[in-house]
C-alpha cells in the first residue's frame, strides 16, 4: 500500500506495519511493570508524611483539594472519586476556574493536593501562590522533585519513570499509570488509616446489586420460623427428615438444650451415611452431622455472607444471635432471588 496525501488534510494515510501485536502489547505492558516495581522501591518515608497531613486534614473535617491538567487532571479526577467514595471529602478543582473565583471552595483546614509530572506545569504553578496565602498544606505529585512545584509543596511524592511505554517515548504511558497507582495507595491507605469500615463504605454506596449487598442485614434475607428446621440432640434421622420436609429446607438444624448451635443435618450427610448403611433411621441424628458448622450473627451485612460464600462451598449458611442460638439460613438460592449476586 502507497501513502496517500491529500492536500485538504494535515494528514498522511501511511502503509501499516506488519508486526506481532502482542508482542507489543506485552511490550508496553512489560515496560510499565518495570517501572511500578522501581516506584514500589521507592515509597518511604514522604508517602508517610503525605498520609499524616491527609489524614489530619479529613479527622478535622477539612477538604482534600485535588488540582491537575491533562493528563494528571483525569488522573486527579479518577483519586477524586476514589476519595469521596470512602468518606474522605474531596474536590477536584479545575485550574483556570481556580483562577477565576473558584478559589472560594478553599476552606481554612483544607489540603491541596497538585499533580504534574514535570512540575512545571504553566497554570498549576501559577496557583502556587494563591494556595500559599491561603495556608493550605501542599502534597505534590510529580515525576521531578526538584521542579518548582516540589520546591513549594509541603511534602513531595515521586512518581519519576525512566521510559514512557509509548515506543516513541513521548506519550504519557507509564508516567501516567505509575501517577494513578500511587494515588490509589495514598487513597487506600488514608482508608485504613482511619478505620474505614464495610459498614462506612455500605453508606455511600446506595446504588445497584452493590448497594443492596451492602445495606441489606444478614437478618433481612435469612430463612426463619416455619423455615428453619430446628431438631434437639434426642431427634432421630427420620424426626430430622421429616423437620426438613415440614421446613423445605436441605438442611436440619440440631440445638443444644439450652438452644445454642450443636451442629446441623443435611441431605447430602443423610445421602453419604445412607449409601454406608440403610437401617439409620432410628439413630440419633448428631451421629451424622456436621458439628461447629460455619455460620454467621443475624447482624452483619448481607455482603459478608457473599464473602464467606466464596470461600468455602456451602449452600447453606447458619445464622446465629448474639449468643449463638441459629435463628435463621441464609440459602444461596435467595442471594440470586434478591439480586444480590
Known amino acids: 500500500m502507497h501513502g496517500i496525501a491529500r492536500a485538504d488534510s494535515l494528514l498522511t494515510i501511511r502503509p501499516y506495519r506488519i508486526m506481532n501485536y502482542p508482542d ?17 522501591s521507592r515509597v518511604g518515608d514522604d508517602f508517610s508524611q503525605a498520609i499524616g497531613l491527609l489524614l489530619n486534614c479529613v479527622v478535622n473535617r477539612g477538604k482534600l483539594i485535588v488540582c491537575g491538567v491533562g493528563k494528571s487532571g483525569n488522573i486527579g479526577r479518577k483519586l477524586t472519586a476514589t476519595l469521596n467514595s470512602t468518606g474522605a471529602t474531596s474536590v477536584c478543582l479545575n485550574v483556570g476556574d481556580a483562577l477565576h473565583g473558584d478559589l472560594g471552595v478553599i476552606d481554612s483546614g483544607d489540603l491541596a493536593i497538585l499533580l504534574s509530572y514535570s512540575g512545571e506545569t504553566g497554570e498549576l504553578v501559577d496557583l502556587l501562590p494563591h494556595l500559599k496565602r491561603l495556608g493550605l498544606p501542599i502534597v505534590a505529585i510529580t515525576g521531578d522533585v526538584s521542579s518548582t512545584l516540589a520546591k513549594q509543596a509541603d511534602c513531595v511524592l515521586d512518581v519519576q519513570v525512566t521510559q514512557e511505554a509509548c515506543p516513541l517515548n513521548l506519550a504519557p504511558t507509564s508516567s501516567t499509570t505509575a501517577m494513578l497507582v500511587l494515588c490509589d495507595a495514598l487513597a487506600m491507605v488514608l482508608l485504613e488509616a482511619r478505620g474505614f469500615k464495610t459498614e462506612d463504605f455500605a453508606k455511600l454506596h446506595p446504588g445497584g446489586s452493590l448497594g443492596r449487598a451492602l445495606l441489606t442485614l444478614v437478618s433481612d434475607v435469612m430463612r426463619q420460623g416455619d423455615q428453619l428446621a430446628l431438631v434437639s440432640l434426642e431427634t432421630t434421622v427420620q424426626e430430622a427428615l421429616h423437620a426438613m420436609t415440614r421446613a423445605r429446607s436441605g438442611a436440619a438444624v440440631v440445638v443444644n438444650a439450652d438452644g445454642t448451635l450443636a451442629g446441623v443435618f443435611t441431605h447430602g450427610d443423610f445421602v453419604r451415611a445412607f449409601q454406608k448403611d440403610y437401617a439409620i433411621s432410628d439413630l440419633p441424628v448428631t451421629q451424622f452431622m456436621t ?47 434478591l439480586r444480590l449476586v
Open 24 to 40: 507489543q502489547a506485552r511490550r508496553v505492558i512489560r515496560l510499565e511493570i518495570e517501572e511500578l516495581e522501581s516506584l514500589h
Open 291 to 337: 458439628a461447629k458448622p460455619i455460620s454467621i450473627q443475624a447482624d452483619k451485612l448481607a455482603v459478608e455472607v457473599l464473602a464467606t460464600l466464596k470461600k468455602v462451598r456451602v449452600d447453606d449458611l447458619l445464622v446465629l444471635d448474639a449468643v449463638g442460638r441459629p435463628v435463621g439460613m441464609v440459602d444461596t438460592q435467595d442471594l440470586t432471588r
